[in-house]
């Protein structure tokens, strides 16, 4: 849609084909169906959030920013409001109104829009875009065009019509796709008493906790951050974990080390205090709670739904009163709290991943302008190229800015 817009102001006689019965219908999920819009960050630190291939998208941000695309949706009355870790969604909470302005602008600029018409295949005569041939609402035909966009989203989410169609498409025409993997995507552990850890907890959402994910072949640690993650019936999700494995999936040798155990989840439930300054909280609880069995002495401490699974891991008789449990005992059950572990054994498909790791590769594309450096007229956007970023707008944002700057191009 940004594609079409900016090249429709450029001057040009735009025509979307849209594989799906509607417009936008990728952009209605996200944000959990509140469309997370983008990041209030300042543009040139969106760079640093872009693990895959981020200093490709430097000129791109800079033709159309963070900014542009909210005062766009502001023109159409779309009011925003920043959320915890920079996220920006409309003040309604609702992604509708974000594809509704979107449309708008399209129908305003006579935007022609057709739907069914899933795109077989791209034109091209001596190495020049010439059109493309399409199948529209069940009957093929060929439309020609001297430029040609192709803005067909990754292979995540595959019901919102993104299927890694233009995968083929462009590899047809001679361009090479990188290796397809999952990013943003929740993480499984192994089986047995981790994942008996997980389902125990299932559907616990825990809100300020830290998180590490570490290499213990190495002794390294790949990714730490701090916010929201979800207790799963597979293993972890939350948008501390999703972030996690765009990081993950890069890591040298692993899939070796997620089948031999090396990769594990280590979670701070209280991050906010020192062991020592947990200690004393625990204490001052267990003081107040001295005749009460162990089992009954951690409500103020955790949330109901932890609280047996951590009793078990701490090993410390659940029937034993508070005041007989050792300093030996307590402090382990403080490392507990501060170290969570869980052993990770890979990702979820693909299909359930917020984002697709790789697409066309980067070199093939001319940054300033999207074109192709193949196919003269031939222009790339969004997902479908091997640009992926950490959740929190910035991938929306790539979308947004590789459109335009496809558009203006024209």
Sequence with gaps: MLAAISSAQNGNDVTILEKMEMLGKKLLITGKGRCNITSSLPIDEFIKNIPGNGMFM??????????????????????????????????????????????????????KVITNAKVERILVKEKEVCGVKAVINGKESEIFADKVILASGGKSYPGTGSTGDGYKL??????TITKIRASLVPLTVHDGKDLKICKSMQGLSLKNVSIKL????????IYEDFGEMLFTHFGVSGPTILSSSAHLLRYKNVEELLKNKKIILSVDLKPALSEEKLDERILRDFNEEK????????????????????????????????????????????????????SISGFRPIEEAIVTSGGINVKEINPK???????????????????????GGFNLQIAYSTGYTAGMSL
Excluded: C, W
């Design 58 to 111: 430097f000129s791109s941000f800079n033709n159309f920013t963070n900014e542009d695309i909210l005062s766009l949706l502001k023109q159409e009355g779309v009011e925003t409001k920043v959320e915890r870790g920079n996220r920006v969604f409309p003040v309604s909470d609702s992604s509708k109104d974000v594809q509704k302005a979107l449309i708008h602008i399209l129908k305003k600029l006579n935007i």
């Design 214 to 221: 570490k290499d213990t072949s190495k002794n390294k640690v």
């Design 170 to 175: 462009a590899q047809e025409v001679g361009h």
């Design 291 to 342: 005749n009460r069995d162990y089992k009954n002495s951690l409500d103020k401490l955790l949330p109901k739904k932890m609280i047996d699974t951590i009793i078990e891991l701490s090993g410390i008789n659940p029937n034993k009163k508070v005041n007989e449990i050792t300093k030996k005992e307590r402090l382990g059950l403080v490392h507990l709290l501060k170290n969570l572990e869980i």
């Design 369 to 391: 302008t999207m074109e192709s450096k193949l196919v003269k007229g031939l222009y790339f956007a969004g997902e479908v190229i091997d640009v992926d970023a950490y959740t």
